[in-house]
């Protein structure tokens, strides 16, 4: 047993036990999904998953015990104890953010077959200007959580190339928009589908992947239109 002591005072005890996890029974559903900061996820299935935003709600928190901290004087208790409050608020904040993950990414693992997400460049996001509501989604360890999860219970997990126009695609002809700024939340193609930009792009997801799945067993080298 280790026994681990973090800097908000908490102690773990770690340790290592052998499990029988089987596969789960096999169902006929399978799920595209598309991260992102409006929803945290959107299925093709259509449905919305609210983004939780941990951080943004704690801010008021964090901020108070953080000037607290600085006012207090370099190597007194009081300062020791103002550096264990910060760090309980920000390990109450990843404990959430954990929960939320691990309960979602159980129920899709537990609902679908199989299960696509889109691989996104986080470390490049996290240098923008969107870096702190990159960081507080979290979706690498999301989608780190499914694919240990589909490992473990018999599933499929993989992960649709980030250069793969999943936004600008029309699920219905094929036809891909010249431009798809962030601020289109609905667009129309000339084949006259009306798109909801994130339900789409989690059904491009799942066309993708699905693609992706059939060309590794040796299927057809590009999906259906």
């Not at 026994?3 to 559903?29: C, H, M, N, Q, W």
């Not at 889109?118 to 694919?147: C, I």
Request: with cysteine; glycine share 6%; net charge positive.
């Amino acid at each position: 047993v280790t026994v681990i002591k973090d800097a908000a005072g908490r102690y773990f005890a770690s340790f290592v036990v052998e499990t029988a996890d089987g596969p789960l029974p096999e169902v006929a559903a399978e799920v595209g999904i598309d991260l992102g900061l409006t929803h945290f996820a959107v299925t093709s299935d259509g449905r919305k998953i609210t983004s939780p935003r941990f951080l943004r709600r704690a801010e008021r928190r964090l901020r108070k015990a953080q000037q607290a901290l600085s006012r207090k004087q370099k190597g007194s208790n009081n300062r020791r104890k103002a550096v264990a409050r910060v760090a309980r608020t920000h390990a109450r904040v990843a404990d959430a953010r954990r929960d939320h993950h691990h309960k979602l990414s159980t129920q899709l693992i537990r609902e679908n077959q199989a299960v696509y997400v889109e691989d996104l460049a986080v470390n490049g996001l996290a240098r923008t200007r969107l870096a702190k509501s990159v960081h507080d989604a979290g979706w690498s360890q999301f989608a780190a959580m499914l694919e240990y999860k589909a490992a473990r219970y018999g599933r499929t997990f993989a992960r649709v190339d980030r250069w793969f126009p999943s936004s600008k695609l029309c699920s219905a002809c094929g036809t891909v928009a010249e431009a798809m700024p962030l601020t289109v939340r609905e667009w129309a193609c000339a084949c006259g589908a009306v798109h909801d930009r994130d339900v789409n792009a989690a059904n491009n997801i799942l066309a993708a992947g699905r693609a992706d799945s059939l060309n590794a067993c040796g299927g057809t080298i590009s999906p259906p239109a």
